[in-house]
Antibody
Framework: QVQLQESGPGLVKPSETLSLTCTVS??????????WSWIRQPPGKGLERIGY???????NYNPSLKSRVTISGDTSRNRFSLKLTSVSAADTAVYFC????????????WGQGTLVTVSS | EIVLTQSPVTLSLSPGEGATLSCRAS??????LAWYQQIPGQAPRLLIY???DRATGIPARFSGSGSGTDFTLTISSLESEDFAVYYC?????FGPGTKVDIK
């Protein structure tokens, strides 16, 4: 059974960088046709895909966030990370990590989510 | 960029009734569409992928259909645990969701 767990600060100041890590167990970020992804959900709102990391090193980002996002993998620790720069209150959300598969990037395993609040 | 529209916004039904949820894409997505269920406070759960394939462990009362621009998620007989928000998704884009609540 694949399990994902997000970790990182729950509070980030405006203009600073949000950093989160997703640790994977029961599966490997360094093999298979899976897209290790970040998705967020502002309080009371819908879902927004942020981007993914593929074990080849390839990445793909939502165009609306591309200039501020970096997603990277750490295969030695079987985890992947998200960095979002120059955050504002609009980046306050629950951040989920998830595993995607297939041509449609279907997300079959998810972390529980972590709330990140941007506030001074 | 493809836009997904879901209808209705809210569906009020009783346990045992059937539910029909719609997702429309702004242009053809062939069969590349997934459906998720989200209970408040929880992560979304994949129900259907590639328009009509049930994900592992999903009960048979959930079914998906459609291709091109029009898709449907059908719940044949609502159980108490099915009252939730349902999202459709195509690659980068999620629909705004349909809330199924208890009448």
């Amino acid at each position: 059974q694949v399990q994902l767990q997000e970790s990182g600060p729950g509070l980030v100041k405006p203009s600073e960088t949000l950093s989160l890590t997703c640790t994977v167990s029961g599966g490997s970020v360094s093999s298979g046709n899976y897209y290790w992804s970040w998705i967020r959900q502002p309080p009371g709102k819908g879902l927004e895909r942020i981007g993914y990391f593929y074990h080849s090193g390839a990445t793909n980002y939502n165009p609306s966030l591309k200039s501020r996002v970096t997603i990277s993998g750490d295969t030695s620790r079987n985890r992947f990370s998200l960095k979002l720069t120059s955050v504002s209150a609009a980046d306050t959300a629950v951040y989920f990590c998830a595993r995607g598969f297939g041509s449609n990037l279907n997300f079959d395993y998810w972390g529980q989510g972590t709330l990140v609040t941007v506030s001074s | 960029e493809i836009v997904l529209t879901q209808s209705p916004v809210t569906l009020s039904l009783s346990p045992g009734e059937g539910a029909t949820l719609s997702c429309r894409a702004s242009e053809s997505v062939r069969s590349y569409l997934a459906w998720y269920q989200q209970i408040p406070g929880q992560a979304p759960r994949l129900l259907i992928y590639d328009a009509s394939d049930r994900a592992t462990g999903i009960p048979a009362r959930f079914s998906g259909s459609g291709s091109g621009t029009d898709f449907t998620l059908t719940i044949s007989s609502l159980e108490s645990e099915d009252f939730a928000v349902y999202y459709c998704q195509h690659r980068n884009t999620f629909g705004p969701g349909t809330k199924v609540d208890i009448k």
